[in-house]
């Protein structure tokens, strides 16, 4: 089967934008209508122009209605007129908005009270380098908890936050000066923007867990993403459980993911606790190595999921993939220039999207695998709940996640990668419908007053409860609401939604298989 690569793509980019720009926007008419069967296709108010933000719009437009997962819905260009929105984005959210699942009634991309696409967005490249495991911002993450208390969720190894003494759990009391009791959405605005904004430092002001207090500042640099943030062995009973906190699928990671389950290996683990709450995807190549380290032998060459490509690609009628050059070689082993288009897209194995199980590392015992969610599992991070289904007992604990069933490679236009859903994924059941999310077997919150590992934290002490007893206990230590705060569970979690910047998304980095 096909080996799957990254970053290659954006460093053999041959043609500068405005090639792909133009090109798009030249499409014949007849051409398109051939690509929309049974659509009427107009598009007179496409005019010429040398406009570099009206052909942008344009691009994205015309890419969509190819490649886009469902097509099908969008109206004609004349109908929808892209060179109206006064932004890429408002563009992107209103064509995100018109396919329908007929299951809820609701767009497919609906978001509650957010003019944001689910699953589309529109980036300058930060996610590819995040995806490749490089950081540039502060390394940190914050959240509210049950208190309406502003804490740290998670730090990244080795970044500036790590650096400065920064810890999960810690108690943020003021951000930049000013005092962090959220009650407006200007409030909110104000904290986004410093945690995200473009300032080359943030000052803290924290409690830690001992009650001393600290004035801490982080400045922004570029460092190495470890998403691997803790890892351990538990004794439960006769029982060795091996635990891993995993933050992001990042390409680099792999290693240091072979590494841990070699760990596992050697201390005798015979079940897993994997806890992904705050990972929002990443690498499907990185996914499938996850899938392949738990998986057991017995599963070898049995399909492990199936890819569903856009129908247009996989006719061959997405041509204005053709605009997406890179130099690779061929099976004869010669180098020459390819697009996107050379690639066959049926969800056969022959073609290369639909992949079978091949064990990886010799941790070969594992009879049961405890996930650990929230709202923020999301994408790579359930293909790989989705694909160990049907062969090992899952059990979810914490929150519903994101829903995520689709993916995505990245399209170059001018200065923007464009993502949009060009695929669906189902496991060797052909399951793969969670647009709505995973639902937990044990409704746990987050509870971000302890440290990872700690065995009184609420989601690692009901899995670890299960494997001892086999059933969940009846009384859940978790983060409850505080009776007095006068604080719902949803407005924390739609503060927390607001503050959640992690990358959501499952990105195609497989070296595909050419025609």
Same mark, same amino acid.
């Given at each position: 089967m096909m080996r799957k690569v990254f970053v290659q793509r954006y460093l053999l980019y041959l043609f500068i934008a405005g090639f792909t720009l133009l090109s798009a926007c030249?499409?014949?008419k007849s051409e398109q209508a051939n690509n929309d069967p049974g659509v009427p296709e107009t598009n007179n108010l496409q005019t010429p122009t040398s406009d570099r933000n009206l052909l942008t719009k344009d691009s994205i437009f015309l890419y969509a209605k190819q490649i886009y997962l469902w097509n099908p819905s969008l109206p004609s260009y004349d109908n929808f007129n892209p060179r109206k929105y006064t932004s890429n984005q408002s563009l992107l959210y209103a064509l995100t908005q018109i396919p329908i699942n007929q299951q809820t009634g609701k767009p497919y991309e609906y978001v509650a009270n957010s003019s944001t696409s689910k699953y589309s967005f529109i980036d300058d490249g930060s996610v590819a380098g995040q995806l490749g495991g490089t950081g540039a911002d502060f390394g940190f993450s914050l959240a509210f908890d049950g208190a309406n208390l502003l804490k740290v969720r998670y730090v990244y190894p080795t970044s500036p936050a790590d *650096?400065?003494? %920064?810890?999960? $759990?810690?108690?943020v009391t003021k951000v930049n000066g000013v005092g962090v009791l959220r009650s407006s959405q200007s409030d909110i605005a104000n904290l986004n923007n410093a945690l995200f904004g473009d300032h080359p430092s943030i000052t803290l002001s924290v409690t830690k867990p001992d009650q001393t207090t600290a004035d801490i500042v982080v400045n922004r640099a570029t460092y190495s993403i470890n998403p691997i943030l803790f890892t351990k062995i538990y004794t439960i009973g006769a029982k060795k459980v091996g635990y891993i906190v995993f933050n992001s699928f990042t390409t680099n990671s792999g290693a240091g993911l072979e590494d841990a389950f070699k760990q596992f290996a050697t201390g005798g683990v015979t079940e897993l606790v994997v806890d992904l709450r705050y990972n929002g995807g990443g690498s499907v190549a990185t996914s499938e190595l996850f899938t392949n380290l738990i998986a057991p032998p017995s599963q070898n060459q049995k399909v492990m999921y199936t890819t569903y490509w856009t129908q247009k690609m996989?006719? $061959?009628?997405?041509?204005?993939?053709?605009?997406?050059?890179?130099?690779?070689?061929g099976t004869d082993g010669i180098t020459r220039l390819y697009s996107f288009f050379d690639y066959p897209y049926k969800p056969t194995m022959a073609a $290369?999207?639909?992949e079978v199980f091949a064990k990886k590392g010799t941790l070969n015992g594992v009879t049961r695998v405890y996930f650990l969610v929230t709202g923020g599992t999301a994408s790579a991070s359930e293909l790989l709940i989705n694909n160990l289904k049907p062969v090992v007992d899952v059990k979810l604990i914490g929150r519903t996640t994101y829903g995520k069933p689709v993916g995505f490679f990245s399209v170059k236009i001018d200065k923007y990668d464009l993502y949009v859903p060009q695929f669906q994924t189902k496991n060797q059941l052909n399951q793969g419908d969670y647009f709505d999310g995973m639902t937990v077997d044990r409704t746990v919150d987050d =509870?971000?007053?302890?440290?990872?590992?700690?065995?009184?934290?609420g989601m690692l002490k009901q899995a670890l409860y299960y494997s001892e007893n086999g059933k969940f206990s009846a009384l859940v230590n978790e983060n409850r609401l505080s009776s007095t705060s006068g604080i719902t569970r949803?407005?924390? =979690?739609? @503060?927390?939604?607001?503050l959640d910047h992690d990358f959501k $998304?499952? *990105?195609?980095?497989? @070296? %595909?298989? %050419?025609k």
């Open positions: 030249k499409k014949d *650096v400065k003494g %920064l810890k999960r $759990g810690y108690l996989q006719d $061959g009628q997405a041509t204005i993939l053709q605009n997406q050059k890179f130099y690779a070689k $290369g999207n639909q =509870d971000l007053s302890k440290e990872f590992g700690d065995t009184e934290e949803a407005d924390i =979690d739609s @503060k927390n939604q607001q $998304g499952m *990105v195609e980095t497989r @070296k %595909l298989k %050419l």
